[in-house]
């Protein structure tokens, strides 16, 4: 082990370091001043070390890259004061993350929201594992905006994101904001080619924000501070339900590797299969496998005849797999 913290750990191998973030005490890694430091410090060793010359920066947690602000972090921003600081410490560590000589790679599997985000944009190359949780934005704003950089590094791009839209890693990589998305079969090999190919020609990409542009993050921060936009509660986009009588949810559960018996119509369920491949969130043979875990339940009207009543109306329920065409 190279080094480790509470909330971070750095493994070397080759010349390549691997920053892992694993945020104790919750499902999902989320960010606070403490944290924040414990990162600046993990990252500041790596700097340190001239034998290394590619970061990567990834979750050691399977919930996913990082989720954004911890809430209880949020909740003693009381004053503009306090939004100023936690402004400043952020962008100031984001600044260095893309001034460093060693070049730095996101690796970003699962949610990568808010300040995850802004961590991932600092970065010189953004690779991610496109699947069904490749959630990527500002999923708060407007009503909290981001205000460690990530406004001024997407630049243009940022008006994919500024009412709090989600895209997924596919969509992202359309927009050029990410270099590469790619299956989770194929993360290891494409991580691997990756590194080889910084390492043989070192080029840093990066930018680093003006500081106007930082000062105009900082006062839309603290504007929603004074508004208490940062006591809402935090959107997950990978959280769903479990009706079977819902087609959003019946298309998760089945793009997830679930059985479904679905209560809703064929072609509903259908339509939103298409806009989950359409969007990258499954390959067209993941598609087809959700298709093969969906049973539709049919309800049938059926007249039985009976001395007593001239018909009685009973209802017969079966279920047909009609979603296993190919």
């Known amino acids: 082990m190279f080094v480790e913290t509470d909330s971070t750990r750095v493994t070397t191998d080759q010349g390549v370091a691997t920053l892992w973030l694993d945020f104790s005490g919750r499902p999902v890694n989320a960010l606070n001043t403490a944290r924040l430091a414990e990162f600046g410090r993990s990252f500041d060793a790596v700097c340190r070390d001239t034998s290394i010359d590619v970061l990567v920066i990834r979750s050691a947690r399977p919930a996913g890259f990082c989720g954004g602000y911890e809430p209880i972090g949020l909740s003693t921003l009381a004053n503009d004061t306090g939004a100023a600081a936690f402004s400043i410490g952020g962008q100031r560590l984001f600044n260095r993350l893309a001034e460093a000589d060693v070049v730095t790679v996101a690796f ?67 927009h050029g904001i990410l270099d590469d998305a790619f ?46 936009g940062h006591r809402i509660i935090p959107r997950n986009p ?50 087809e496998q959700a298709r093969k875990r969906i049973t539709f339940k049919t309800i049938q009207a059926i007249i039985c005849s009976d001395t007593e009543n001239e018909s009685i109306l009973s209802l017969k329920t079966d279920f047909p797999t009609v979603a296993r065409a190919a």
């Open 108 to 174: 970003i599997e699962g949610p990568c929201l808010g300040a995850g985000w802004e961590m991932a944009l600092a970065c010189d190359y953004r690779l991610a594992v496109a699947g069904p949780d490749s959630w990527i934005g500002f999923p708060n704003a407007p009503q909290l905006p981001p205000c460690w950089g990530g406004p001024g590094r997407l630049g243009k791009a940022l008006k994919l994101f500024e009412s709090g839209q989600i895209l997924t890693a596919k969509e992202c990589r359309r």
């Open 238 to 287: 990978s959280v769903f339900g479990t009706s079977t009588n819902n087609p959003s949810d019946v298309v998760e559960l089945a793009i997830r590797g679930n059985s479904v018996v679905s209560e809703c119509s064929n072609a509903d369920v259908l339509s939103f299969l298409e806009v989950a491949l359409r969007r990258g969130r499954v390959t067209p043979l993941e598609a």
């Open 183 to 228: 299956s989770a079969r194929r993360a290891k090999v494409e991580l691997q080619n990756w590194t080889d190919r910084v390492q043989a020609r070192m080029r840093k990409r990066s930018c680093v924000i003006s500081a106007d542009s930082h000062a105009t993050e900082r006062i839309a921060f603290r504007d929603a501070v004074r508004n208490q």
